[in-house]
């Protein structure tokens, strides 16, 4: 039977166990707490970045998901989980490639479009020259070579920006009519559903050939004042006001969001055969919020 190991299995890994699951695979789910995750998935114990609990786990898995998350935003976090993480991982997976004598069919590392710090609003896809101007996507980008410099069969997923996992924290600040409006020039932001995070994972497995770098993002890497004026029409609030983007500090994302312009490319997506289920940010948060001027189900976390 087809095996698949999903190392940090969180909203997007349970997700992509259960689609795995459905084509009759075996998934082993590992998180530092398996309690909760669905019974269809063999959940594990096992700390990633410490390495306790390891050498228990199938390395010899034929898909093998690297999708753990950095426990907070700091290089110190970022170095453990995704360099030294994925460092572990790759070690053991090559291991148990050489002591059966084939390797996995797919190894697959979930980085960021991070790794890109464009601020001009340009269009960016797979074989635009990466500028991190932040830690967090240098250290991907180391964690992308450690993968990619290996001979085993190998893909790096940069994902857009995750939403989906319930309103989140933008649509709660536009309810709340906290959220501003940067004034100026369109300030472009890329996004990916959660259901379609998991859906391209679960694609690149059936893919004959997924080697290489891609990007997972929507169609539409829309102005932010567009997203937050959207919002505020289903919401039924003001819309949020203009502001200058220098004053916008007391915005969720007023700081980091004032250094980001950039528009990710899904066309090698698009044309590998992958159909989006949420092309655009409507249909996404459309979804979660239900009728225009309804009111959004409970907030967690985005």
Wanted: charged share 25%.
């Amino acid at each position: 039977m087809t095996r698949a190991l999903i190392l940090g299995c969180g909203a997007v890994g349970t997700r992509l166990g259960l689609r795995l699951v459905a084509r009759g695979m075996t998934v082993t789910a590992v998180r530092r707490d398996p309690t909760g995750l669905p019974t269809a998935l063999d959940g594990r114990c096992a700390d990633l970045v410490s390495g306790e609990g390891l050498d228990a786990l199938p390395w010899d898995a034929d898909f093998v998901i690297y999708s753990a998350a950095a426990d907070n935003f700091s290089d110190e976090s970022y170095r453990r989980t995704y360099v030294e993480g994925l460092t572990q991982a790759v070690g053991r997976i090559e291991r148990a490639a050489a002591s059966r004598g084939r390797p996995p069919r797919l190894v697959v590392f979930t980085s960021s479009t991070a790794v890109w710090g464009r601020t001009d609003g340009a269009w960016v896809n797979e074989e635009t020259a990466t500028d991190a101007s932040e830690f967090s996507g240098r250290r991907l980008l180391e964690a992308e070579q450690i993968l990619l410099s290996t001979t085993l069969p190998a893909c790096v997923v940069r994902f857009a920006g995750i939403y989906g996992k319930g309103p989140g924290r933008l649509v709660e600040s536009v309810r709340d009519t906290s959220a501003t409006r940067p004034d100026g020039p369109p300030r472009y932001g890329n996004r990916m559903h959660v259901e379609d995070c998991a859906g391209v994972l679960e694609h690149l497995c059936t893919l004959p050939e997924a080697h290489g770098v891609w990007i997972a993002a929507d169609d539409d890497p829309a102005d932010l004042g567009e997203v937050l004026d959207w919002l505020a029409g289903r919401l039924g609030v003001p819309p949020p006001p203009r502001i200058t983007p220098s004053t916008a500090s007391g915005d969720p994302y007023g700081a980091r969001r004032a250094r980001t312009n950039k528009r990710c490319s899904n066309r090698k997506l698009r044309a590998s055969g992958y159909s989006l289920r949420y092309p655009t940010f409507r249909e996404g948060y459309g979804e979660l919020l239900g009728p225009p001027g309804g009111a959004a189900s409970p907030a967690r976390s985005a």
